[in-house]
């Protein structure tokens, strides 16, 4: 195939050739031999089937379409309210950040007036003090049988992991 062929064929099939470059490329075809006429009139064939498989038609929609779509919407929205729209409202986050900036506000005031009780609370609280492991117990003989079991009662109901 002809170079100048080759680099028109695409605009050729495309059909955005001037009319300078479209003679130019019909000379150019006229002196290329058979095998490359039926070749480009091969693709030219294929390039009609391809826009008429894949080319839609433009469709505009009826005059009032637009008009009748936006009627529509409006009278689904006054009709259809839901519990979630006032959650969708800007003004709600609005709301929710000012209750929030208040609530964090008198938190933070209250906390600085009130006064430190702590030391107070401390001093005053009574001393608690913790049950300490009892002293090990000591089992003498087989004399005094009642108080080495009292005294081993008394180790087992305190006993600690």
């Known amino acids: 195939m002809d170079r100048r062929i080759e680099e028109m064929l695409e605009d050729y099939l495309?059909?955005?050739l001037t009319a300078e470059r479209d003679a130019e490329f019909r000379r150019a075809l006229e002196s290329a031999d058979a095998e490359t006429r039926q070749m480009?009139?091969?693709f030219s064939r294929h390039s009609q089937?391809?826009?008429q498989?894949?080319?839609a038609p433009?469709?505009?929609p009826a005059a009032g379409f637009y008009a009748r779509v936006v009627?529509?919407?409006d009278s689904q929205r006054v009709t259809a309210v839901s519990f979630w729209d006032a959650f969708l409202e800007p003004h709600f986050f609005k709301r929710v950040a000012f209750a929030a900036l208040t609530l964090l506000m008198l938190l933070s005031v209250t906390m600085l007036t009130t006064p430190a009780i702590h030391e107070e609370v401390l001093a005053e609280a009574p001393v608690v003090q913790m049950?300490?492991?009892p002293d090990p117990i000591q089992v003498t003989g087989v004399s005094n049988q009642e108080s080495n079991r009292d005294a081993i009662l008394v180790q087992l109901a305190t006993y600690q992991e």
């Open 14 to 16: 495309h059909g955005s």
């Open 40 to 42: 480009v009139a091969a």
């Open 49 to 51: 089937l391809i826009r």
């Open 53 to 55: 498989a894949f080319g």
């Open 58 to 60: 433009e469709v505009a």
């Open 71 to 73: 009627e529509r919407i």
């Open 131 to 133: 049950a300490s492991d």
